[in-house]
C-alpha cells in the first residue's frame, strides 16, 4: 500500500466519521422532531440520542411542546346593534401532536389567527355593545371552546384565550366618559344627600337624648327634693312628737311628785294662782278668779304687807 492509497483510506475515514457524526441527533427537553424516510412520515423522535439514516432519513420539522403565546393584532368586529370596535385577542396554545402539527395545517399560527378572527365576529354579532363590554370572561369561554375544538386535528390545544383590549369608536367612547362622569356625579350626589341625612339624624338624636337627660334630670331633682321634704316632715313630727312626749313626760313627774309630797290646800291655791299669772302673762284683759283663790290672794297681800313693815 503505498501513500496515495493511504491517503484515500484515510480521506474516505474521516468522510465516514463526519457522516456519521452528523446524522447523530440529540432531541433536547420539551422538544420532538418529525422524522421522513425518503419523503414520507417514520417516526418522531423524543427527547434523547438518536442516529437517522444518511441521505434516507430527515428532520422534517423541530416542534416545541412548550405552552406559547400568541397576540394577534386587533381585529374589525360589529357588535349586534351595529357598533365596529377592535378587539385584540391573546391565544395560549400548546402542541399535544407533533405528527398532526406537521401534516394537518399549512402554516398553522395564520390558521389559528384567521379561526380566531372569524369566531370572534360570530360572538360578537350576538351581543350588544353594553354586553360586548362587561362579558369578557364569557366570550373568553365560549372562543377557547371553539378554538380548541377546531384545532384538535392540527395537534394543537388551546389552553386560553383572553381578550386583550376592545377599543369601541371614538364617539362612543366620548359618550361612555360623559355617562360616566355623569354616574360619579350622581354617586358623588347621594353620597353627599346620605351624609347629610345622617348628620341631621345624628343631630336629631343627640338633641332628643338631651331632652331625655334634661327630663330624667329634673324628674331625679323632684325625686330628691321630695324625699328630702319629706324625711324633714318626718324629722320635724318625730322632734314634735319627742317634745310633746317630754312636756308630758314632765308633767306627769311632776303631778306624781305633788302626790308623793302630799300638798296642802294652801299650797296648792298658791300654785293655782301661779298658774293663772302665768296664763295672764300681762296680755289677758279679764280674768275670772275663783273666790278661794282671791281669798289667798288677799292673805298673801296682808303677809307681804306685814313683811314690809
Known amino acids: 500500500m ?22 447523530i441527533k440529540v432531541v433536547p427537553q420539551a422538544y420532538a422532531y418529525v422524522i421522513e424516510r425518503l419523503g414520507a412520515y417514520q417516526s418522531t423522535w423524543s427527547v434523547g440520542l438518536h442516529v437517522k439514516i444518511p441521505l434516507i432519513d430527515k428532520v422534517a420539522r423541530r416542534v416545541l411542546l412548550k405552552e406559547q403565546v400568541v397576540d394577534f393584532p386587533p381585529q374589525p368586529v360589529i357588535t349586534k346593534d351595529n357598533v365596529t370596535m377592535r378587539i385584540d385577542t391573546v391565544v395560549y396554545y400548546q402542541i399535544t401532536d407533533p405528527k398532526a402539527f406537521t401534516y394537518g ?29 362587561t362579558s369578557r370572561e364569557l366570550i373568553n369561554t365560549k372562543m377557547r371552546s371553539i ?3 377546531a384545532t384538535d386535528p392540527w395537534g394543537i390545544k388551546v389552553n386560553r384565550v383572553e381578550l386583550k383590549n376592545i377599543i369601541p369608536p371614538a364617539e362612543i367612547q366620548d359618550a361612555m366618559e360623559r355617562q360616566m362622569k355623569a354616574e ?17 339624624i345624628l343631630v336629631a338624636e343627640g338633641s332628643k337624648q338631651s331632652a331625655i337627660l334634661e327630663a330624667e334630670a329634673e324628674k331625679q331633682a323632684a325625686i330628691l327634693r321630695a324625699e328630702a321634704k319629706k324625711e324633714a316632715a318626718i324629722r320635724e313630727a318625730e322632734g314634735e312628737a319627742e317634745a ?7 308633767t ?58
Open 147 to 149: 378554538l380548541d375544538e
Open 244 to 250: 310633746i312626749l317630754k312636756v308630758q313626760t314632765a
Open 105 to 133: 395545517v399549512d402554516n398553522p399560527l395564520t390558521a389559528i389567527e384567521n379561526l380566531t378572527a372569524t369566531t370572534l365576529r360570530n360572538i360578537i354579532g350576538d351581543l350588544e355593545l353594553d354586553e360586548t363590554l
Open 252 to 309: 306627769a313627774e311632776g303631778i306624781m311628785k305633788l302626790n308623793e309630797s302630799a300638798p296642802s290646800n294652801p299650797v296648792i291655791s298658791i300654785k293655782s294662782l301661779e298658774a293663772f299669772a302665768k296664763a295672764a302673762d300681762g296680755k289677758a284683759t279679764k280674768i275670772i278668779i275663783p273666790s278661794e283663790i282671791q281669798s289667798l290672794a288677799g292673805l298673801t297681800k296682808s303677809i307681804l304687807e306685814v313683811a314690809k313693815e
Open 184 to 200: 360619579r356625579e350622581r354617586r358623588e350626589a347621594i353620597l353627599r344627600a346620605e351624609g347629610e341625612k345622617k348628620s341631621a
Open 2 to 23: 503505498n501513500n496515495t492509497q493511504a491517503f484515500v483510506i484515510l480521506v474516505i475515514a474521516v468522510i465516514l466519521i463526519i457522516i456519521i457524526v452528523s446524522n
